[in-house]
């Protein structure tokens, strides 16, 4: 079942279950998280386990946080990603390594609360290969993504000279319509919107998620 012409991005998975699940919904890509603090950590060999059953039908997207090269050459030997998600503080030049050394395509996160957090994307240009717009991390908080927050979605409707990017942050079944009609956005990303607890994906939710992007997308 595909789900629409809207690029779908589920992270953070962590069962054969919830895998099957976003497959059958159509999702274009599945993103497995490599950040010991969060719920959704998970071991480069649990990773390439889960990621045998999307290989070809879904992109695999290992997720780091800072990673160094001993980390990324783990993973990347492990899991054969298709894209590598640098969610940390990695400058352009660290993207601009991690796209030579692997050969794969890079997307770069960015935390956005106000405009002015849009001013650090113009470095990365033409070096990486996507941009991912999440919402900054609440104050405590030990994780730079997979929070459940959004950002003012209409700072993005105004940021459409930023080229190739997945919105992120804070979505679920309820607002992905809002979300979509105010950014413009063909392509999303969710972690804890479809989740039960933190780290717990439901399959019920995943479900949910999907079938509001149809019906928004069937609408846009
Ligand atoms: O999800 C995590 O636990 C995580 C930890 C460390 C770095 C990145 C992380 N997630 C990255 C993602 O791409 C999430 O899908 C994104 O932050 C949106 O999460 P949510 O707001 O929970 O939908």
């Known amino acids: 079942m595909s789900s629409s012409a809207i690029e779908v991005k589920i992270c953070?998975?962590?069962t054969p279950e919830a895998v099957e699940t976003v497959l059958k919904n159509g999702a274009s890509h599945i993103g497995f998280i490599f950040f010991?603090?969060?719920?959704?950590?998970?071991?480069?060999?649990?990773?390439?386990?889960?990621?045998?059953?999307?290989r070809g039908k879904a992109k695999i997207v290992a997720v780091t946080v800072n990673a160094d090269d001993a980390q990324l050459d783990e993973i990347v030997a492990a899991l054969q990603p298709d894209i590598l998600q640098l969610h940390g503080n990695?400058?352009?030049?660290?993207?601009?390594?991690?796209?030579?050394?692997?050969?794969?395509?890079v997307m770069k996160a960015f935390s956005i609360r106000e405009n002015s957090d849009f001013d650090v994307v113009a470095p990365?240009?033409?070096?990486?290969?996507?941009?991912?717009?999440?919402?900054k991390a609440p104050k405590g908080s030990e994780l730079p993504g997979g929070n459940g927050v959004s950002f003012d979605w209409n700072l993005l409707k105004a940021r459409q000279d930023l080229g190739n990017y997945m919105l992120s942050g804070g979505l679920n079944a309820e607002n992905i319509n809002?979300?979509?009609a105010k950014t413009g956005s063909f392509a999303i990303d969710i972690s804890s919107g479809v989740e039960s607890e933190p780290g717990k994906k439901d399959v019920h939710l995943i479900d949910a998620f999907f079938a509001a992007v149809r019906e928004a997308s069937n609408t846009k």
């Open 12 to 14: 953070g998975l962590k």
């Open 36 to 54: 010991p603090k969060s719920p959704r950590h998970l071991e480069p060999a649990q990773a390439a386990r889960l990621a045998a059953a999307a």
């Open 90 to 105: 990695e400058t352009p030049e660290r993207v601009a390594q991690v796209k030579q050394r692997y050969g794969l395509p």
């Open 124 to 135: 990365y240009q033409g070096i990486a290969d996507r941009f991912l717009f999440d919402a």
């Open 178 to 180: 809002v979300a979509l």
